[in-house]
Antibody, heavy 113, light 109 residues
């Protein structure tokens, strides 16, 4: 059974870089799309992007200038970096294999001075 | 960026049927948008109910079904149960970049 474990800093100041990592356990990393999705408090879901080994990454156009999703296949991990954060980036961030209903537990990231 | 629109709120009686829709600002939703439907209950992570228009997971109750209806994607709940009260989001692909819908709150009352 595939499980995702995610971690990263939960409190950032404006202009800092958000960095989260998601580890894949119990199943293959290659051959699958791995996503990042976020949800601001009390609001809807926002798709950030996804990566697949050998095919690169796709990003939400509205975030593309600030987002990088990368992979570490040797450790079965993928990561999210979001630069120049503001209060509007405060959200619960999920890593996921969205097609297969596999989700991390979510990380609340708060941006506050 | 495309805007994906859903009904803000729908109410259904227990045992009743309700259809949620998912429209795209770019025009007709087709199989090339690979529509997804997610269910989210308060305080929980989303669950993937349906993908590729109508494909289900083993956990997806049979009372949920996906389709293309007119120019939109649709999720039909037939025989609503109290536990179906939740937020529902669709997700559409635009050449590999996805956009979530605005979400529908389904009330079973």
């Amino acid at each position: 059974q595939v499980q995702l474990q995610q971690w990263g800093a939960g409190l950032l100041k404006p202009s800092e870089t958000l960095s989260l990592t998601c580890a894949v356990y119990g199943g293959p990393f290659s051959g699958n799309f791995w996503s990042w999705i976020r949800q601001p408090p009390g609001k809807g879901l926002e798709w950030i992007g996804e990566i697949k080994h050998g095919e690169g990454a796709n990003y939400n156009p509205s975030l593309k200038s600030r987002v990088t999703i990368s992979e570490d296949t040797s450790n079965n991990q993928f990561s999210l970096k979001l630069t120049s954060v503001t209060a509007a980036d405060t959200a619960v961030y999920y890593c996921a294999r969205q097609r297969d209903d596999i989700w991390g537990r979510g990380t609340l990231v708060t941006v506050s001075s | 960026q495309a805007v994906v629109t859903q009904e803000p709120s729908l109410t259904v009686s227990p045992g009743g049927t309700v259809t949620l829709t998912c429209g795209s600002s770019t025009g007709t939703v087709t199989r090339h948008h690979y529509p997804y439907w997610f269910q989210q209950k308060p305080g929980q992570a989303p669950r993937t109910l349906i993908y590729d228009i109508r494909k289900k997971h083993s956990w997806t109750p049979a009372r949920f079904s996906g389709s293309l209806l007119g120019d939109k994607a649709a999720l039909t709940l037939s025989g609503a149960q109290p536990e179906d009260e939740a937020d529902y989001y669709c997700l559409l692909s635009y050449n590999g970049a996805y956009v979530f819908g605005t979400g529908t709150k389904v009330i079973v009352l």
